[in-house]
């Protein structure tokens, strides 16, 4: 098993439209969860980061967490084809995992 | 103000060679990771510095692969006898004082070809 695994992509979703990015983790023990955006041939990112269960939201962009799913999930609303990107979810435990990323592209 | 820099930003070398990647972090901050990314896939963990020791460096994938950071600025990543799965964006970052709440600030890479 994967220590972080991200739901499969390519995901493609209408302008203004809401995108879901989930996440997944299997160490139990893992307290900090992030979320990273990467356009193609750039480097990664952090637009949210959480830390204890429920929803945390930062404009457009919402994280959500469930320790005892060990289930992280980004949502993005009124998506832009500027979002068009790779997001990677991360999760610290002792040292930061990445998954290996869901390509979003959002259509004008 | 200066993000992580990282030269060269492209490298091509032979099978077999050595190769030095450097990494000069933000100013200030004393944390310092190297994370390698293949092509569709996440940043795999290479190893991380505090100050001038290097902290966890569990994820080198072998003993041909070494960093230094010697005056707790600038870092190298060392690659001996360089293999041709060895191709990647090898990504340096840095961040204020370590730890997984403080963020990390990512430079654009160095593109490794080993041919």
């Known amino acids: 098993q994967k220590e972080v695994e991200q739901n499969s992509g390519p995901l493609s979703v209408p302008e203004g439209a809401i995108a879901s990015l989930n996440c997944t983790y299997s160490?139990?023990?893992?307290?900090?969860f992030f979320w990273y955006r990467q356009y193609s041939g750039k480097s990664p990112e952090l637009i949210m980061s959480?830390?204890?269960?429920g929803d945390k939201e930062d404009g457009r962009f919402t994280a959500q967490l469930n320790k005892a799913s060990q289930y992280v999930s980004l949502l993005i609303r009124d998506s832009q084809p500027s979002d068009s990107a790779t997001y990677l979810c991360?999760?610290?435990?002792?040292?930061?995992?990445f998954g290996e990323g869901t390509q979003l592209t959002v259509n004008p | 103000g200066a993000g992580v820099s990282q030269t060269p930003s492209n490298k091509v070398t032979e099978k077999g060679k050595y190769v030095e990647l450097r990494c000069d972090p933000i100013?200030?901050?004393?944390?310092l990771y190297w994370y390698r990314q293949s092509l569709g896939q996440g940043p795999e963990f290479l190893i991380y510095?505090?100050?001038?020791?290097?902290?966890?460096d569990s994820g080198l994938p072998n003993d041909r692969f070494f960093a230094v950071r010697p005056e707790g600025s600038v870092s190298t990543l060392k690659i001996q006898r360089t293999e041709r799965g060895d191709s990647a964006v090898y990504l340096c970052?840095?961040?204020?004082?370590?730890?997984?709440?403080?963020?990390?600030?990512f430079g654009n890479g160095t593109r490794l070809t080993v041919t």
């Open positions: 100013s200030g901050h004393t944390a």
């Open positions: 510095f505090q100050g001038t020791g290097a902290a966890d």
């Open positions: 160490d139990r023990g893992s307290q900090s």
């Open positions: 959480i830390y204890s269960n």
């Open positions: 991360a999760v610290e435990r002792g040292r930061l995992t």
């Open positions: 970052a840095s961040s204020f004082q370590g730890g997984w709440n403080s963020p990390l600030h």
